[in-house]
Structures are given as C-alpha cells and as structure tokens.
C-alpha cells in the first residue's frame, strides 16, 4: 500500500502532466452557469439546453473502459457526470486521456455538456469540455468516520465537514439557530451593538481571564469574560434594548461542556425584570426549536424534550434539599456544606465561600437530573454581584437559570442599578478576591461611575450558543458544534 508521501508525490506528477500541455491547474476565473441543487431541482426545464457549465469537487471515480462515470460536489449538492471516448457528442480522445491521467478524487474541476438521464435514470451531464480548477495533492480519507483519535477530526475540521454529512448538517443547523435568535430579537425590537474585545477590567462575571499587551499603550488588557456591564452602560446611555453574539473567553478548564473560547449571547433590557425575561426566554426557545427542529420537541441524549410545556420553576434551595437531602441549606454553615461535598466528592479549595461549595453540591447530584426546561430560581445573594436583591427577602437575588439536558443554557436577572449596594458588593468580591478567590470579577470604577448618572431597572439575559447548539443537534461534546475548538499544539 502506497504511503502518504507516495501517493503525494504520483499527484504532484499528474500535476505536472496537466501543465505541461501549456494548462493552468489552478485558474482564476470559473465558469458556472448554476449550483448543483438547482440542476437537480430544475433538471428537466435544463434539459433543453445544449450546454451546461458545472462546477464542483470530485468525490468518484468509475472508469469503464471508454466510459468514465464520476460525480462532483459543489457545497450546495452532488451530481454525476460521464465522460465517453470517440462520440461525435462526446469528449475528444485527447480531453478523455487526459482527464484519464490527471483527476484524482478531490480535484476541483469546470465540466461543460448536456444533460441526459441514463438508463438507470440517474440525472448525468455528459461531458463535450472540462477543465482543472484546483489539482489536490493529498488524498481525501477513506475511513475518517471510525477515527479513534477523535481529536483529528476537530484539528481537520474541513475533512470533517467534507467527509460526514451529519457533522456538515450539525453546523449548517447552528448558523440557522443564530439566524432564528437575531430575528427573534431584532423582531422585539432589541438594537445590535459591538462593545470592545479589549477590556482594561475582565469584568461581568466570575471567571479567569486571558491577558493581552497592547505594545503602543503600553497597558495589558483582558479578553471579554462577559460583555454586560457595556451593555447596561448603553441603557445609561438612552438605548432601552441592546444585545450583542460575540467570543468570550475564559482561561479555564475543558472539558464536555466548556471550551475557553465560547459564543455567548448577552441582553439588556430597560425597565425589565428576571420575571418578564423568563416569559422572553420560553418564548424565544420555542421560536428556535419549531423553526430549526420543525416541532416543538426534540431529542436529546435518548430523552424526548417538550418545550411546548410551560417550563418548571424550582427553587435553588429547593434542589439542594430534594436531591442533596440537605433539610436547611440556606442555613447551613460553611463547615456542614463542605462536609456534604467531601461526602459526595466534590473537591472543595479553602477559600470556596459555602455557596459556592453549596452550587458544587447542586451541580452534582441535581442539574444532571433536569431533562426538561427547568428555571432554578431564588439564589443566595452572594451568588452574583450584579443581581438585584428580592424585595421581600433581601438574602436573595432575582436571578434565574434555564436548565435543559442536564446543561445550563440561560443565566439571567434582575440587574442591580443601586450604586451604592453595587460597590458594596464590589467590596465582598475584592475580599474574596485577597482571600485567594482568583475567578471574581473586579471592581469596576467606571462602571460604577455610569451608575452614578443613573440607570434604568432592567433585566440581563446571558444565553450559552454553544450549548443551546448541543442541544439542537443532540451532541454531548461542546467541541462538535463549535468549528475550531481549542486544542493542544501538535508537537
């Protein structure tokens, strides 16, 4: 068996024997009259027309003596041309040899002819004219779907595209998904803005932050962890409803569920409240699943998810004392939680204050349990700086999470706009930031100082795209629905 270098170096000879008839293996201009699906949609109006021009990768190859079958793919569909020697309304001997001694699967080639349908009644183009548009000098892969490395599959994403249409779908279905959310908010009349990707405080949420140095400046600054806090200077600012689909990154672990670079959707929205948005919310995600899954229910992980149900709403308390078993969690001490977590091995750092260890409890023996939409409410204020307190018990905040598949797929509250509580909070999160708690999001001055010249009550809603993707598309790996997930560096 030929190896790789072997079967490189016969390609780049075909190559050669191309341009030595005085060709161009990799021209400039195309000619194409229309994309393979409408040729096949639109196939017997064409078949009055004495020539087609086509265009489009080679994916077979059937020579037969004086016949060569082969088919071409174009991103939009495939079709099967033919090739037959010494027919007036055939191809020249010439032409013929030399598509003979030079195409290889994977070439991209222009082909030009009628259509016919073969006695099989496959719909065929049969080739008067061809030409190469791009020689390949690699092979395409024969058993790329039964890698054991799954991980070349994500260093070759563009084999895996090619080579597995259900990995093409995957990804199509994500860009449709996106297309759906934007529409949906546009349509409620939400504004779209860009806010900066180089931020001198990685602020708005609690996680690590990747560093950058601009060289100029002189200063290093962080890449975004969240966006927020300018997007709640925008309702400052007189822009009522705003959101933004953009990378966040966060210097953290990986695993089935986190990559470091991720796709977030953020909102804000004046004189909203973590009530109205969970109504925003069940309305949005039934939009998306009817228009990308066609029905109001979908698959995942063998379960069957209804969102045409109205969502559940449990406390966070209340999932701590059904499946924790923990009677009294919002009185729990700090040594007692840790007790339960060691217990339930979960790894608790010595300065995890005993909400944090009490989310570490929940995700273990609760979340995973959530199949169908669930929203957690009723947190303990110390769960998030930026949340409002309820009114009618200030230990907790308005905040709410959508769970679906086991899988946080929606944060969201209301945001606080009292700049006294907010630096007040701040002062907690930089206690725990001294305390060695690195993963908090910082004070924030200017922020602080927007609040100061007064901002609207409203409601901010974070939406996980990649997860919302893996839900669509009943994946268990982040990594299958974002294109270019992060990978270690070959050596």
Request: hydrophobic share 40%.
């Amino acid at each position: 068996m030929a190896s790789l270098e072997e079967i490189r170096a016969e390609r780049i000879k075909k190559l050669k024997l191309y341009e030595s008839k005085g060709l161009n293996a990799y021209p400039v201009s195309v000619s194409r009259d229309l994309p393979l699906n409408e040729v096949i949609d639109s196939f017997n109006k064409l078949l009055k027309h004495t020539k087609l021009s086509l265009v489009g990768r080679v994916m077979s190859l059937r020579p037969q003596g004086k016949i060569i079958f082969f088919h071409i793919d174009d991103g939009t569909g495939r079709f099967q041309g033919m090739l037959k020697k010494a027919e007036s309304k055939g191809i020249t001997d010439e032409d013929f040899d030399l598509f003979s001694d030079t195409v290889d699967i994977g070439d991209f080639v222009e082909i030009s002819g009628k259509l016919f349908l073969t006695k099989r009644n496959e719909k065929t183009l049969q080739v008067k004219n061809w030409r190469m548009l791009s020689k390949a000098l690699r092979q395409l892969p024969e058993k790329w779907h039964g890698l054991q490395d799954i991980e070349e599959r994500f260093r070759h994403r563009y084999l895996d595209i090619l080579m597995n249409a259900k990995v093409k779908e995957r990804f199509i279905k994500r860009v449709q998904m996106i297309q759906v959310i934007r529409e949906f908010y546009l349509k409620e009349g939400f504004l779209e803005v860009e806010v900066p990707y180089l931020q001198p405080l990685a602020g708005g949420a609690a996680a690590k932050p990747f560093v950058t140095h601009h060289n100029t400046l002189d200063v290093d600054f962080y890449l975004p962890v969240a966006q927020e806090l300018y997007l709640k200077e925008l309702l400052a600012a007189g822009l009522p409803k705003v959101f933004e689909i953009g990378r966040r990154f966060r210097n953290e672990g990986i695993d089935t569920m986190h990559n470091p670079e991720f796709t977030m959707l953020e909102s804000n929205e004046a004189y909203a409240d973590a009530e109205s948005q969970m109504e925003f919310i069940e309305k949005l995600c039934r939009d998306v699943v009817k228009k990308v899954a066609g029905k109001m229910a979908i698959s995942y992980d063998g379960n069957s998810i209804d969102f045409k149900k109205k969502f559940t709403r449990v406390t966070f308390y209340d999932l701590l004392k059904t499946h924790a078993l923990i009677p009294n969690p919002e009185k729990i001490s700090r040594d007692e939680a840790k007790n339960v977590a060691l217990r339930l091995n979960c790894d608790v750092a010595p300065h995890e204050s005993s909400e944090k260890i009490l989310d570490s409890i929940y995700k273990k023996t609760a979340r995973h349990k959530l199949t169908q939409p669930t929203f957690i409410v009723d947190y303990p204020v110390a769960m998030n700086p930026f949340a409002k307190r309820k009114e009618e018990n200030p230990a907790l905040i308005d905040r709410f999470q959508l769970v679906v598949g086991g899988a946080e797929i929606v944060n969201a509250f209301s945001e606080l706009n009292n700049p006294i509580d907010q630096k007040e909070r701040y002062l907690v999160e930089d206690k725990k930031k001294a305390e060695g708690e690195h993963d908090i999001s910082p004070s924030d001055a200017e922020y602080l100082e927007a609040m100061e010249y007064g901002m609207p009550p409203n409601g901010g809603i974070g939406i996980g795209i990649d997860r919302l993707a893996m839900l669509l598309t009943d994946v268990k790996n982040i990594r299958e629905v974002i294109l270019f997930p992060t990978l270690r560096p070959k050596a």
